[in-house]
């Protein structure tokens, strides 16, 4: 089992930033990977950017390449999504995932995930 527990979230500005935390615990494997996802209303959710890592190998959407970097704590098991340059469609419930092995960006391959944690970007 995995634990996920994410913070960060917020009320911001346009234009404005935010990071986003995850800390993870439990049986963590040797090699996995985590993710960050999101799900606006009304919407699915959907894949915004990912780490492998042993690694530090990352992935991004198209939608969020260049606004949002995902890093990891070096000797903890923390992951990070730092969100610059927020449009107001960024919006949603962020959630953090975590899977065993190589990236993907597909939902229902992760296995485990956190309780999701709010972005609102005012216009």
């Known amino acids: 089992q995995v634990q996920l527990v994410e913070s960060g979230g917020g009320l911001v500005q346009a234009g404005g930033s935010l990071r986003l935390s995850c800390a993870a615990s439990?049986?963590?494997?040797?090699?996995?990977?985590m993710a960050w996802f999101r799900q606006a209303p009304g919407k699915e959710r959907e894949f915004v950017a990912a780490?492998?890592?042993?690694?530090?190998?990352?992935y991004y959407a198209d939608s969020v390449e260049g606004r949002f970097t995902i890093s990891r704590e070096n000797d903890g098991s923390t992951v990070y999504l730092l969100m610059n340059n927020l449009k107001p469609e960024d919006t949603a419930t962020y959630y953090c995932?975590?899977?065993?092995?190589?990236?993907?960006?597909?939902?229902?391959?992760?296995?485990?995930w956190g309780q999701g944690t709010q972005v609102t970007v005012s216009s």
């Open positions: 780490i492998r890592w042993a690694i530090g190998f990352t």
């Open positions: 995932a975590y899977r065993n092995g190589v990236i993907t960006s597909t939902r229902t391959t992760y296995d485990y």
């Open positions: 439990g049986r963590t494997s040797g090699d996995y990977s």
